[in-house]
């Protein structure tokens, strides 16, 4: 296991947030407004004219209360309340906002960035760079909401992922292009399954991984960076001239620290980056998801601060068409496929919590 203590922490935030250039969508119309109110991490927008769209992302700016560096908040639209009231989630700490501050809409949703140049970074939920290796060389982004692929687009595969775990091929072995999860308890070994999963996988057959990191341990994420670099699966920068060129697995992080909004889009982000190798570079690509129930639980955390009547054991009543979103994204389409293998924390062992 890698000593965290002796190496720097590759999840630090960086000292300037520069947001990603969102790109304006066709047509929309780009609104300024100010904030209302602040509540934990939801934020109230006024505007006076043209309203942004549901799922839109606002910018303004903050100033990070421990370093005292502005950066870029970002602001999600969750709902539209009235009299030119917007409801937002903020993706990053809300401390040091005020009312009346200025905020802009982007005109689209969160956009990331895409392609090779992500490969061997960490990134967090809005596509910046948290590894202080300098910004990411890239010119292309997606949005991290889309729709799933049509059913014309779709195809099936019934080939065999040869993992090189012996009793995962034997007994239970995974699907080419298929959708795995690996259920347990806390401290029951999902994580390090995971870890072992992508060395193997990426030295067996060279392809793309994405690794979200959804609302598990800063340690683990640390950690599982280091060992990428030692089992030569990614490129260390700092003996690379800065450059990450050769490296195999993108990891974006939200972890358990982050706010609500950060952990709830986190498994987006990186599926928008797997996409992305799927559909225009027709790769093969590995998503690994660590961990799914925290993508709920955000949810859930997200759900209460909007004022939703909760449903079953406190979960939130969009559970199952927000799990759907996601889950539909990842499949294999005539171009390419993505296999996803996302570990599933089992709340105090009970596997007939919903």
């Excluded at 959708?179 to 999963?197: C, D, I």
Aim: hydrophobic content about 35%; glycine content about 12%.
């Amino acid at each position: 296991m890698t000593d965290t203590v002796a190496k720097k922490p590759a999840a630090k935030k960086p000292a300037v947030k520069k947001a990603p250039a969102a790109a304006t969508a066709p047509g929309s119309i780009v609104a300024t407004g100010k904030i209302a109110q602040v509540i934990g991490a939801v934020v109230d927008v006024e505007f006076t004219g043209h309203l942004p769209a549901i799922l839109n992302a606002l910018n303004t700016q903050n100033v990070d209360q421990k370093t005292g560096e502005p950066f870029t908040l970002v602001l999600e639209v969750a709902q539209h309340l009235g009299e030119n009231m917007v409801r937002t989630i903020a993706m990053d700490t809300t401390e040091g906002l005020t009312r009346g501050q200025p905020v802009i809409d982007t005109g689209s949703s969160i956009q990331t960035p895409v392609g090779p140049g992500v490969l061997g970074r960490i990134m967090n939920v809005v596509g910046q760079p948290i590894d202080e290796a300098g910004p990411i060389q890239t010119t292309q982004y997606r949005p991290i909401h889309r729709e799933a692929p049509t059913f014309e687009e779709q195809t099936n595969s019934s080939e065999i992922l040869v993992t090189g775990i012996k009793v995962i091929d034997l007994i239970c072995p995974y699907t080419k292009g298929g959708k795995t999860g690996l259920f347990g308890g806390a401290g029951v070994g999902k994580t390090v399954t995971m870890q072992e999963l992508i060395n193997n996988i990426a030295k067996a057959y060279g392809g793309y991984s994405v690794l979200a990191g959804v609302g598990e341990r800063t340690r683990e994420g640390n950690d599982l960076y280091h060992e990428m670099i030692e089992s030569n699966v990614n490129v260390d920068p700092t003996k690379n001239g800065g450059s990450t060129e050769g490296s195999k697995c993108a990891l974006v992080y939200g972890q358990m620290n982050e706010p609500p909004g950060a952990r709830a889009r986190v498994a987006l982000t990186g599926l928008a980056q797997a996409e992305y190798f799927r559909d225009e570079e027709g790769k093969d690509v590995l998503l690994f998801v660590d961990n799914i129930f925290r993508f709920t639980q955000a949810g859930s955390e997200m759900s209460a601060l909007l004022g939703r009547i909760p449903s079953a054991v406190g979960y939130q009543p969009t559970l199952a068409t927000e799990m759907g979103n996601l889950q539909e994204r990842i499949t294999s389409t005539k171009k390419g496929s993505i296999t996803s293998i996302q570990a599933i924390y089992v709340p105090a062992d009970d596997l007939t919590d919903p």
